[in-house]
């Protein structure tokens, strides 16, 4: 997976989302690839720039120091992403999908990316907070395109698998956020 690759599968997802999905089925990286190339410098990225630009500025931050708070969002972040593909691959099957680990990572991380995104964006100055709203509305459109895709769940159920999939992934970020805050 080389970086010109995916700036090339990440440009024309924006643009083209379902030529983009369609990009990524076809190149078919390892969710070890896609995890570890793509989607951990990009959540790096996001969560230093929140941590340490956006955090100092926002009225009621926790009362962690910026490390601890940095330590609990980039493993949050980056477990969430594991364990929620974990958990969408086995869902699929329900859904009468295919189940595959490399596809539900590339499904949840590339439709994260524009999120991730926005927030490194965002982070400049509090009064562009608006462009991670506008991340997260387009992060499910693009979700919801990429199931078919990607995850093969027919469209007659396509609607029904995201919405549990994302109440999944949500729910899993909270516990991964619970469980690294109580250990801190």
Do not use: C
Not at 50 to 68: C, F, K, M, R, T
Not at 94 to 115: C, E
Not at 140 to 169: C, N, W
């Amino acid at each position: 997976m080389d970086i010109r690759d995916v700036i090339m599968l990440v440009r024309t997802l924006f643009a083209q989302p379902e030529k983009g999905w369609v990009l990524i089925r076809g190149a078919h990286y390892p969710w070890q690839q896609i995890f570890g190339r793509f989607m951990l410098p990009l959540v790096f990225l996001s969560t230093l720039a929140v941590v340490y630009i956006l955090q100092p500025q926002v009225e009621g931050a926790p009362d962690l120091s910026p490390n601890q708070l940095f330590l609990i969002t980039l493993t949050g972040s980056a477990g969430s992403i594991l364990l929620g593909g974990y958990l969408i691959a086995a869902l699929t099957p329900r859904f009468k999908g295919i189940s595959s680990m490399d596809m539900a990572v590339a499904l949840v991380s590339f439709a994260y990316a524009p999120v991730f995104l926005a927030s490194v964006i965002a982070s400049l100055h509090p009064s562009l907070q608006l462009l991670n709203l506008v991340a997260m509305v387009y992060m499910l459109y693009l979700y919801f395109k990429g199931t078919g895709i990607l995850m093969e769940v027919p469209r007659d159920r396509q609607m029904g698998f995201t919405v549990v999939s994302i109440i999944i992934l949500f729910v899993v970020r909270l516990f991964t956020a619970f469980i690294l805050a109580a250990f801190l």
